[in-house]
């Protein structure tokens, strides 16, 4: 045999113990992971230990604001030289006297009554392990955003350092964060009356044709405000300039904008259009969202107004991604007719590419048509367990996964808000894993999932599975050794 010969058969050979041994590891990590759920019992220690270590592939839906913790928020209070109101833990930029007066940060830290307090109105934490005055959970939820939402767009380049650095201990490999809205308000382009007429008109437009009249007029008119422009071309180079140095090879974070359903139709529609000009510019942000509460009065009320303009606005810019919460709701929260087409309109008139939540579907109007339809289009929903459990008090079998998961819907698991709730994407997976017991080659798919419905552009998509492969092939390996480690014990 030949030199070049002997070469070729080694690597071969090489190549295919390899393969076999990867295999191999890979059935030895299914039959670990199986091995945790013994008698009809998750093992929850050591499926956090398991999913703490599995490469995850991607978190899709992801608050920048929620997914910092009220430490870091105090942190940056502290920086600031800003104040704590200890009578409603409110920040407070010039310091006040009288029965409230304002505390420094680091005062409040050397009072434990007082700093524990504030760690229960500025996240979840401790609302249900002790009785105490509280909210409702959903109002608990939605009012931490008032407490730290002074503070939370500064620094934001440390911002997104802390999540990646957390991502990378946690082996996440992307986040695709809703970072902020453009901070456009229809108020600077539309004077009172006409903005109060409009308004009358897109709530009283009743086809996507009459909404799509008014909204040729109102974009005209954005159109024409340079100051319009300006404001969508800072978002761009400001993104661009706290983005800096936060991808490595080991880490991608990418970016969706969004408009708040709360506000009127017409700041609505302003927030969105700024959104897909944005999108359209910059290739960080990936996709543009809706956001708030689904029950609140507006929301409810202009929903169907809102699909449609995403309607219109996908047919002027088809090249921008769109995932949509929706069906964020349950009985009793709201009337049962908005129960029933959240879902179905966010796909068939906003064209949603993914939706977040997802939760309302057992109740929706003609669900196994649309669940058919959900499948047909490849879209995906975001599963988001902790947040359901907390906002909804959804879970365990009354949460529609098991439904997704047998008709073969596309998923992704996702941790909506982790400063909020305090959890992390690693222990969705668990909580997934512990309820529904779904098999190790199910978790896989939603890890590769999580790329392949991301709104990467498709290089850039094929590049993260690669990637996948590999942290897989690595977890793998080491799962196999341990499992082996932990039978001897
Ligand atoms: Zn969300």
Known sequence: MRIWQKTLLAALLAFFACTSNGAENGVLTARFYESMFRNGHADVAELTLFFTGMPKGGDLHHHYTGSLYAETYLDWVARKGWWINPCNFRIVKAKEEGNCASITVQQLEANNTQYRKLLDLWSDKDFSNYYHDQPPPDSNFFGTFGYFGTVSNEYMHEGLDILKQRALRENVGYIETMLARVPVSSQDYFKPDLANQLIGELRAAKSQEEVDGLLDRIRSTLDGENGFHKKVDDYVSTLQSIHQGIDSDRFLMRYQTYASRGDNPLQVFTGLLAGFMVSRQSPLVVGVNIVGPENGIVALEDYTLHMRMFNYLHRKYPEVHRALHAGELTLGMVEPRDLQFHIREAVEIAHAQRIGH???????????????????????????????????????????YPIYAAYGIPLVISTDDSGVSRNNLSEEYMLLASRYHPS????????????RYSFLPPASRQAELKILDRRFAEFEKEMADFSGRMKQK
């Open 440 to 451: 190790y080659a199910k978790i896989k798919e939603y890890v590769y999932d999580s790329i």
């Open 358 to 400: 997802g939760v309302d579907l057992p109740q929706e109007w003609q669900a196994p048509q649309l669940l058919e339809e959900l499948k047909n289009e490849k879209v995906a929903i975001e599963i988001n367990l902790t947040s359901n459990q907390f906002i909804l008090g959804v879970q365990g079998s009354e949460h529609p």
